[in-house]
C-alpha cells in the first residue's frame, strides 16, 4: 500500500503562523506611531492657526480673551479637542500668553507632543522652527500674543 503525504505538517503551519504573528506585531506598531505622529501634526497645525488668529485679533482689537479666540478661529468650547486660554503675560501686561491643551477623551489626548517636537530632556522647548515661537508641554502647546488681555475671558 502506498502512502500519500500531501500537505503541510503541524510544525510547518505553526511556524507560518509564528512568522504572520511578528508581522503583524511590527504592523501595528508601525501604524500606531503613524498615527500619533499624524494627531500631534494635526494638533501643531490647528495651533498655528489659533496663533494666525490671535496675531489678527490683536491686530483689530489691541486685546485677546479665549471666547474672541473661538469665535474668529471658528471653534466651539463644546465640541473640539482642545481648549484655548489666555493670561496676562507676569512680566509684560502688552503681551498674553495663549495655551492650547488636549482635552481628556479627545483625539489629541493620548499624544505627548514632547515625544514628536522635543528634544529629550530639553524643558519648556521650541517646536519644528527655531523661531515658531510654540513651546511644548506633553498635553499642550503655548506661543504669546502681543495684545493685553482683555477682561471678559
Do not use: H, W
Amino acid at each position: 500500500m502506498k502512502k500519500n503525504n500531501k500537505g503541510f505538517t503541524l510544525i510547518e503551519l505553526l511556524a507560518v503562523i509564528v512568522v504572520l504573528a511578528i508581522i503583524m506585531v511590527i504592523a501595528t506598531t508601525q501604524i500606531n506611531n503613524t498615527i500619533k505622529k499624524s494627531r500631534a501634526d494635526s494638533f501643531y497645525e490647528s495651533v498655528q492657526m489659533i496663533e494666525r488668529n490671535a496675531k489678527l485679533l490683536c491686530a483689530q482689537d489691541n486685546e485677546i480673551n479665549a471666547n474672541d479666540l473661538y469665535k474668529i478661529s471658528d471653534m466651539s468650547t463644546d465640541d473640539e479637542d482642545y481648549t484655548l486660554t489666555v493670561t496676562s503675560n507676569t512680566n509684560n501686561p502688552d503681551i498674553s500668553t495663549v495655551t492650547v491643551a488636549a482635552k481628556a477623551d479627545g483625539q489629541f489626548d493620548n499624544v505627548k507632543f514632547t515625544d514628536y517636537y522635543c528634544t529629550k530632556g530639553t524643558e519648556g522647548c521650541s517646536v519644528k522652527e527655531a523661531d515658531s515661537g510654540i513651546t511644548v508641554n506633553a498635553s499642550s502647546m503655548q506661543f504669546n500674543a502681543e495684545c493685553k488681555t482683555s477682561s471678559s475671558n
